[in-house]
């Protein structure tokens, strides 16, 4: 065997493995590794996007966070509020059934007194009537001295 011929069949062999390998071999593997690299280069994307969406959500939930306590630290005022504006209306009508009552009760009173003059007046003249008639020892009429027994009467 010639050493050149078998170098020239080793060449050509190496040859014909080398164009068959870019023909068949080579874009089927640069295929694979191209979309592998797209499929990495997509998932970093995306991971990206996640992480850009999950700060945007995270300061949308902050900013709902803050306003949900503004509205409810602002239900609370209101809340307080009203509750102060209960709180003075029923001062305001206690105080105007407690002056209510006080007129009446000082009116029921000013009527009793009236009654209790009345009254007294009545049994005054009775006493002093009784009284004259021991003084004097005879009966007094009181249909007769009716003018005189109410003119003693406004004068008690």
């Known amino acids: 065997m010639n050493l050149n011929a ?3 069949a080793q060449f050509v062999v190496f040859f014909i493995l080398a164009v068959f390998t870019m023909k068949f071999v080579w874009p089927p ?21 996640g992480k850009a969406d999950l700060a945007a959500a995270e300061k949308r ?12 630290q602002k239900r609370i005022g209101d ?10 209306e029923a001062k305001k009508t206690a105080s105007e059934e407690a002056a209510r009552i006080i007129a009446n009760a000082k009116e029921d009173a000013q009527q009793q007194v009236i009654k209790a003059r009345e ?9 002093a009537v009784k009284g004259a008639e021991q003084i004097l020892k005879r009966e ?3 249909g ?9 009467k406004t004068e008690l």
């Not at 593997?29 to 996007?49: N, T």
């Not at 939930?61 to 409810?72: K, M, P, V």
């Open 61 to 72: 939930a902050q900013a709902e966070l803050a306003t949900a306590r503004d509205e409810g």
């Open 6 to 8: 078998t170098l020239f």
């Open 140 to 142: 007094v009429n009181a």
């Open 29 to 49: 593997l640069i295929k694979a590794l191209d979309e592998r690299a797209k499929k990495i280069a997509d998932g970093l994307a995306a991971a990206d996007r």
């Open 79 to 88: 809340a307080e509020k009203r509750g102060q504006l209960i709180i003075e």
């Open 144 to 152: 007769v001295h009716a003018d005189l027994l109410n003119q003693l």
């Open 119 to 127: 009254e007294l007046r009545g049994a005054v003249a009775t006493l």
